[in-house]
Protein backbone atom coordinates (compact mmCIF):
# COMPACT_ATOMS: atom_id res chain seq x y z
CA UNK A 1 0.00 0.00 0.00
CA UNK A 2 1.34 3.41 -0.74
CA UNK A 3 0.36 5.57 1.90
CA UNK A 4 2.29 8.59 0.82
CA UNK A 5 0.17 8.31 -2.17
CA UNK A 6 -3.19 8.69 -0.48
CA UNK A 7 -4.96 12.17 0.23
CA UNK A 8 -7.87 13.79 0.44
CA UNK A 9 -9.06 17.12 1.24
CA UNK A 10 -11.37 18.16 4.14
CA UNK A 11 -14.57 20.40 3.20
CA UNK A 12 -17.11 19.00 5.55
CA UNK A 13 -17.59 22.25 7.55
CA UNK A 14 -15.66 25.24 9.06
CA UNK A 15 -15.07 26.46 12.78
CA UNK A 16 -14.71 29.94 13.23
CA UNK A 17 -14.79 32.44 16.54
CA UNK A 18 -18.05 33.66 15.53
CA UNK A 19 -19.81 30.11 15.34
CA UNK A 20 -18.07 28.21 18.14
CA UNK A 21 -19.52 29.17 21.30
CA UNK A 22 -18.33 30.49 24.35
CA UNK A 23 -18.39 28.04 26.63
CA UNK A 24 -16.59 24.88 25.50
CA UNK A 25 -18.87 22.37 27.16
CA UNK A 26 -21.44 23.82 24.57
CA UNK A 27 -19.01 23.49 21.64
CA UNK A 28 -18.33 20.01 22.64
CA UNK A 29 -22.01 18.89 23.41
CA UNK A 30 -22.69 20.33 19.56
CA UNK A 31 -19.95 18.21 18.10
CA UNK A 32 -21.10 14.92 19.67
CA UNK A 33 -24.73 15.50 18.83
CA UNK A 34 -23.59 15.52 15.52
CA UNK A 35 -21.12 12.63 15.78
CA UNK A 36 -23.77 10.11 17.04
CA UNK A 37 -26.49 12.30 13.82
CA UNK A 38 -23.97 11.26 11.47
CA UNK A 39 -23.23 7.63 12.87
CA UNK A 40 -19.97 7.76 13.67
CA UNK A 41 -19.24 3.94 15.40
CA UNK A 42 -18.41 4.56 18.73
CA UNK A 43 -18.78 8.34 18.73
CA UNK A 44 -18.76 8.50 22.68
CA UNK A 45 -15.13 6.39 22.43
CA UNK A 46 -12.14 8.48 23.84
CA UNK A 47 -8.11 8.03 23.60
CA UNK A 48 -7.06 8.19 27.46
CA UNK A 49 -3.45 9.34 27.30
CA UNK A 50 -1.63 9.24 30.93
CA UNK A 51 2.33 9.68 31.72
CA UNK A 52 3.82 8.31 34.75
CA UNK A 53 6.60 9.62 35.35
CA UNK A 54 9.61 8.44 33.49
CA UNK A 55 7.69 6.09 31.85
CA UNK A 56 6.03 6.04 28.30
CA UNK A 57 2.67 7.83 27.41
CA UNK A 58 -0.03 5.25 27.68
CA UNK A 59 -3.21 5.33 25.56
CA UNK A 60 -6.14 3.34 24.95
CA UNK A 61 -9.45 3.88 23.94
CA UNK A 62 -12.27 4.37 27.12
CA UNK A 63 -16.07 5.33 26.34
CA UNK A 64 -17.29 8.55 27.26
CA UNK A 65 -20.33 8.18 30.26
CA UNK A 66 -21.01 11.82 30.72
CA UNK A 67 -20.07 15.44 31.20
CA UNK A 68 -20.53 18.27 32.76
CA UNK A 69 -19.25 22.32 32.10
CA UNK A 70 -16.47 21.56 34.30
CA UNK A 71 -14.73 17.66 32.48
CA UNK A 72 -15.76 14.17 31.27
CA UNK A 73 -16.57 10.53 33.12
CA UNK A 74 -15.51 7.19 31.87
CA UNK A 75 -15.57 4.12 34.04
CA UNK A 76 -12.77 1.74 34.68
CA UNK A 77 -10.68 -0.88 36.76
CA UNK A 78 -9.20 1.24 40.05
CA UNK A 79 -5.93 -0.87 39.76
CA UNK A 80 -5.42 -1.63 36.28
CA UNK A 81 -2.29 0.26 34.61
CA UNK A 82 -4.13 3.38 33.65
CA UNK A 83 -5.28 3.86 37.51
CA UNK A 84 -1.79 3.21 38.22
CA UNK A 85 -0.90 5.88 36.02
CA UNK A 86 -3.37 8.19 37.04
CA UNK A 87 -2.11 7.87 40.50
CA UNK A 88 0.97 8.80 39.89
CA UNK A 89 0.23 11.78 37.78
CA UNK A 90 -3.10 13.26 36.96
CA UNK A 91 -2.74 14.70 34.21
CA UNK A 92 -4.30 13.40 31.60
CA UNK A 93 -5.13 13.70 27.99
CA UNK A 94 -8.55 12.79 26.39
CA UNK A 95 -8.85 12.90 22.62
CA UNK A 96 -11.92 11.78 20.39
CA UNK A 97 -11.39 11.97 16.33
CA UNK A 98 -14.45 11.80 14.42
CA UNK A 99 -12.72 10.70 10.38
CA UNK A 100 -16.81 11.19 8.66
CA UNK A 101 -16.95 14.96 10.55
CA UNK A 102 -13.52 15.86 9.77
CA UNK A 103 -12.68 16.12 13.15
CA UNK A 104 -10.97 15.92 16.89
CA UNK A 105 -11.18 17.13 19.93
CA UNK A 106 -7.99 17.08 22.43
CA UNK A 107 -8.70 17.68 25.89
CA UNK A 108 -5.96 18.17 28.80
CA UNK A 109 -7.59 17.28 32.34
CA UNK A 110 -6.56 16.75 35.79
CA UNK A 111 -8.40 13.05 36.46
CA UNK A 112 -10.33 12.38 40.16
CA UNK A 113 -12.51 9.42 40.92
CA UNK A 114 -15.99 9.82 41.06
CA UNK A 115 -18.01 9.57 44.29
CA UNK A 116 -18.31 6.35 45.39
CA UNK A 117 -22.37 6.68 44.53
CA UNK A 118 -21.67 7.69 40.57
CA UNK A 119 -19.70 4.54 40.56
CA UNK A 120 -22.21 2.35 42.05
CA UNK A 121 -25.56 3.66 40.45
CA UNK A 122 -23.67 3.20 37.46
CA UNK A 123 -22.71 -0.11 37.83
CA UNK A 124 -25.96 -1.26 38.68
CA UNK A 125 -27.61 0.55 35.02
CA UNK A 126 -25.16 -1.53 33.30
CA UNK A 127 -26.11 -5.40 31.77
CA UNK A 128 -25.56 -8.04 34.21
CA UNK A 129 -22.84 -9.69 32.07
CA UNK A 130 -20.83 -6.88 31.94
CA UNK A 131 -21.30 -5.95 35.97
CA UNK A 132 -20.22 -10.25 36.21
CA UNK A 133 -17.28 -9.47 33.51
CA UNK A 134 -15.95 -6.98 35.68
CA UNK A 135 -16.24 -8.88 38.74
CA UNK A 136 -14.38 -11.83 37.26
CA UNK A 137 -11.59 -9.55 35.28
CA UNK A 138 -8.80 -8.01 37.06
CA UNK A 139 -8.02 -5.34 34.28
CA UNK A 140 -4.35 -5.58 32.94
CA UNK A 141 -2.93 -7.90 35.40
CA UNK A 142 -1.56 -11.12 33.22
CA UNK A 143 -3.81 -14.01 32.53
CA UNK A 144 -2.43 -17.49 31.34
CA UNK A 145 -5.02 -18.49 29.26
CA UNK A 146 -8.69 -17.21 27.33
CA UNK A 147 -9.61 -20.59 29.40
CA UNK A 148 -9.05 -19.22 32.70
CA UNK A 149 -10.60 -16.16 31.98
CA UNK A 150 -13.91 -17.88 31.17
CA UNK A 151 -13.72 -20.53 33.85
CA UNK A 152 -13.33 -17.19 36.41
CA UNK A 153 -16.39 -15.44 34.47
CA UNK A 154 -18.50 -18.93 35.06
CA UNK A 155 -17.39 -18.85 38.83
CA UNK A 156 -18.60 -15.95 39.81
CA UNK A 157 -21.85 -16.16 37.50
CA UNK A 158 -22.29 -19.36 39.50
CA UNK A 159 -22.12 -18.12 42.75
CA UNK A 160 -24.36 -14.84 42.39
CA UNK A 161 -26.94 -17.48 40.72
CA UNK A 162 -28.81 -14.76 39.10
CA UNK A 163 -28.41 -11.85 41.54
CA UNK A 164 -26.50 -8.55 40.74
CA UNK A 165 -23.29 -8.26 42.29
CA UNK A 166 -21.85 -5.03 44.21
CA UNK A 167 -20.06 -2.71 42.20
CA UNK A 168 -16.63 -4.08 43.38
CA UNK A 169 -14.40 -1.68 45.56
CA UNK A 170 -11.68 -1.75 42.71
CA UNK A 171 -14.27 -0.24 40.25
CA UNK A 172 -15.56 2.71 39.24
CA UNK A 173 -16.04 6.11 37.49
CA UNK A 174 -13.15 9.19 36.95
CA UNK A 175 -13.54 13.06 36.25
CA UNK A 176 -11.40 14.53 33.96
CA UNK A 177 -11.66 17.96 34.83
CA UNK A 178 -10.69 19.78 32.07
CA UNK A 179 -8.27 22.65 32.07
CA UNK A 180 -7.40 23.00 27.82
CA UNK A 181 -10.32 21.81 24.85
CA UNK A 182 -8.72 21.84 21.49
CA UNK A 183 -11.81 21.74 18.65
CA UNK A 184 -10.21 21.10 15.10
CA UNK A 185 -11.81 20.94 12.05
CA UNK A 186 -10.15 19.49 8.53
CA UNK A 187 -10.44 22.44 5.96
CA UNK A 188 -9.19 22.67 2.60
CA UNK A 189 -5.90 22.74 1.43
CA UNK A 190 -4.67 21.86 5.02
CA UNK A 191 -5.86 25.98 6.31
CA UNK A 192 -7.65 23.57 8.94
CA UNK A 193 -9.21 25.47 11.62
CA UNK A 194 -8.03 25.24 15.63
CA UNK A 195 -9.85 26.87 17.88
CA UNK A 196 -8.57 26.41 21.66
CA UNK A 197 -10.24 26.82 25.39
CA UNK A 198 -7.69 27.44 27.75
CA UNK A 199 -9.18 27.64 31.17
CA UNK A 200 -7.82 29.92 34.04
CA UNK A 201 -9.40 32.34 36.75
CA UNK A 202 -11.70 34.11 34.86
CA UNK A 203 -13.60 31.04 32.68
CA UNK A 204 -12.13 29.93 29.64
CA UNK A 205 -10.68 32.20 27.02
CA UNK A 206 -10.31 30.77 22.80
CA UNK A 207 -7.29 31.21 20.90
CA UNK A 208 -6.69 30.02 17.53
CA UNK A 209 -3.87 28.52 16.29
CA UNK A 210 -2.35 28.04 13.42
CA UNK A 211 -2.94 24.56 11.34
C1 LIG B 1 -14.37 0.74 21.93
C2 LIG B 1 -13.66 0.46 23.25
C3 LIG B 1 -14.26 0.88 24.42
C4 LIG B 1 -13.62 0.65 25.65
N1 LIG B 1 -14.19 1.16 26.78
C5 LIG B 1 -13.54 1.02 27.96
C6 LIG B 1 -14.04 1.68 29.14
O1 LIG B 1 -15.03 2.43 29.11
N2 LIG B 1 -13.35 1.47 30.30
C7 LIG B 1 -12.23 0.68 30.36
O2 LIG B 1 -11.68 0.53 31.44
N3 LIG B 1 -11.73 0.09 29.25
C8 LIG B 1 -12.36 0.25 28.05
N4 LIG B 1 -11.82 -0.32 26.92
C9 LIG B 1 -10.60 -1.15 27.04
C10 LIG B 1 -9.37 -0.24 27.16
O3 LIG B 1 -9.06 0.31 25.89
C11 LIG B 1 -8.15 -0.96 27.73
O4 LIG B 1 -7.86 -2.11 26.97
C12 LIG B 1 -8.35 -1.37 29.19
O5 LIG B 1 -9.04 -0.37 29.92
C13 LIG B 1 -7.02 -1.64 29.87
O6 LIG B 1 -6.21 -0.50 29.81
P1 LIG B 1 -4.95 -0.28 30.78
O7 LIG B 1 -4.23 -1.60 30.87
O8 LIG B 1 -4.13 0.78 30.14
O9 LIG B 1 -5.48 0.16 32.12
C14 LIG B 1 -12.41 -0.07 25.69
C15 LIG B 1 -11.81 -0.46 24.49
C16 LIG B 1 -12.42 -0.18 23.29
C17 LIG B 1 -11.71 -0.57 22.01
Given at each position: MELNKIRREYRYSALTRKNATAHPADQFRIWLNEARQANVNDFSAMNLITCSPGEFPQSR???????????????????????????????????????????????EGLAEKTPRQVSEDYFKSRPLDSQIAACASSQSSEIDSRETLEKQYQKVKDLLAGQAPECPENWGGYFVRAVRIEFWQGRENRLHDRLVYVHNENGWKIKRLSP
Open positions: IVLLKDYNKDGFTFFSNYTSAKAKAMELNNKVGLHFFWPELERQIRI
